[in-house]
């Protein structure tokens, strides 16, 4: 356990340090904080979106950039709108379909993955692109998984470590918003 202990720490200790050195991640942090900002200041909304525990971090940085940062963020997470999408269409088409009927022009889609490869956030995506919105992605697993390829601010997680991708994704959004607060 003690070895475990240690490589496990140690492994993302190097993935969260070798993000952190990349000059165009910290450009990529700043760049989503200013469009953040300038969507408040428009009052455009900022729509997330995950699956599983991505789905569990898009409604809890909704709540904050809302309650903490003053910016309008929804999640769309509730059960009543993924089964009855899934259900009358498919579960591919929940955040595409949300998307074409919530959003506007210069709204912002925050698109959380750990592979990248989810095809409902890819339509998701699709459907922002469609709908002139700003897309910032948080990804990880291959470099060059289809979401990254999609955001027009990219947050890629060198690590096919589930554990190591989702936490460093959320302290990344943390960061954005206690950012927006100060």
């Known amino acids: ?5 240690e490589n496990y720490f140690a492994q993302y200790h190097t993935v969260l340090d070798s993000f952190l050195k990349n000059a165009t991640h910290r450009k990529a942090l700043s760049e989503a904080i200013n469009l953040l900002k300038e969507a408040k200041s428009k009052k455009h909304t900022v729509f997330l979106i995950g699956n599983g525990g991505s789905m569990a971090m898009a409604e809890h940085m ?3 950039l809302t309650k903490n940062a003053g910016l309008r963020a929804m999640a ?3 059960a009543p709108l993924l089964t009855a999408v899934s259900n009358d269409y498919s579960f591919s088409e929940v ?6 009927s919530y959003a506007q022009t210069g709204d ?4 959380i993955s750990s592979s990248g490869a989810s095809i409902n956030i890819l339509k998701g ?3 922002a692109r469609e709908n002139r919105m700003k897309i910032i992605t948080f990804s990880g697993f291959k470099d060059d998984n289809p979401l990254r390829q999609l955001g027009d601010i990219n947050f890629w ?5 589930y554990g190591f991708v989702e936490t460093i994704h959320s302290l990344l959004l943390h960061f954005i918003n206690d950012a927006l607060i100060n």
């Open 1 to 5: 356990m003690h070895t475990f202990f």
């Open 62 to 64: 909704s709540v904050d």
């Open 76 to 78: 769309f997470s509730g």
């Open 95 to 100: 955040f595409q379909r949300a998307i074409n």
């Open 108 to 111: 912002i889609l925050i698109a």
């Open 125 to 127: 995506c699709y459907a």
């Open 157 to 161: 997680i060198n690590s096919k470590a």
